[in-house]
T-cell receptor
Framework: GENVEQHPSTLSVQEGDSAVIKCTYSDSASNYFPWYKQELGKRPQLIIDIRSNVGEKKDQRIAVTLNKTAKHFSLHITETQPEDSAVYFC?????????????FGRGTSLIVHP | GAVVSQHPSWVICKSGTSVKIECRSLDFQATTMFWYRQFPKQSLMLMATSNEGSKATYEQGVEKDKFLINHASLTLSTLTVTSAHPEDSSFYICRASGDQETQYFGPGTRLLVL
């Protein structure tokens, strides 16, 4: 099955700095890579996703890159703000027929200091 | 956007009792429901997948007789933790899947077994 590794487990930055979270996956058939943000005690929220036919996607201050050959993908947050503090999970999956079962990384706790 | 609800959001019970958690998709038909368990500071671990009208498929290591899943309709799935023990204390989250690749998590149910 799929195996997703995520690093770092904890990331502490100053407000305004950039933050980068990296993930690797094992199954070359995976074609859909969502990223979730989870605040304490709340549901994970999809913040951005990327499909295997795209190398990069950007949405305001967040961007995701995908290297299919190396089987790794990364989340980039620029101009971080205290409200970005949360746990971020990457996931890899094979999306087919309108459904998918993601394999999640272990999560990265991002702390943005004001 | 689509909404998924869970009830209850919080439950405290005595060891040995059973607890039922409901997951509802409020404005779309969820053909597939996924149940996750999340221990503190850990990732989301898939417990089981259920398709409406079919028996659930459990992940390795998850006891199907202890975690009963029912998906009797396209808008409701239930997870019953039978004879709960303190080690079952966790955050249980459902995820509903409809016709689109975007998946929706429920808000989670925090279970504390005394």
């Amino acid at each position: 099955g799929e195996n997703v590794e995520q690093h770092p487990s904890t990331l502490s930055v100053q407000e305004g700095d950039s933050a980068v979270i990296k993930c690797t996956y094992s199954d070359s058939a995976s074609n859909y890579f969502p990223w979730y943000k989870q605040e304490l005690g709340k549901r994970p929220q999809l913040i951005i996703d990327i499909r295997s036919n795209v190398g990069e996607k950007k949405d305001q201050r967040i961007a995701v890159t995908l290297n299919k050959t190396a089987k790794h993908f990364s989340l980039h947050i620029t101009e971080t703000q205290p409200e970005d503090s949360a746990v971020y999970f990457c996931a890899a999956s094979l999306a087919s027929g309108g459904s998918y079962i993601p394999t999640f990384g272990r999560g990265t706790s991002l702390i943005v200091h004001p | 956007g689509a909404v998924v609800s869970q009830h209850p959001s919080w439950v405290i019970c005595k060891s040995g009792t059973s607890v039922k958690i409901e997951c509802r998709s409020l404005d779309f038909q969820a053909t597939t429901m996924f149940w996750y368990r999340q221990f503190p500071k850990q990732s989301l671990m898939l417990m089981a997948t259920s398709n409406e009208g079919s028996k659930a498929t459990y992940e390795q290591g998850v006891e199907k007789d202890k975690f009963l899943i029912n998906h009797a309709s396209l808008t409701l799935s239930t997870l019953t933790v039978t004879s709960a023990h303190p080690e079952d204390s966790s955050f249980y989250i459902c995820r509903a899947s409809g016709d689109q690749e975007t998946q929706y998590f429920g808000p989670g149910t925090r279970l504390l077994v005394l």
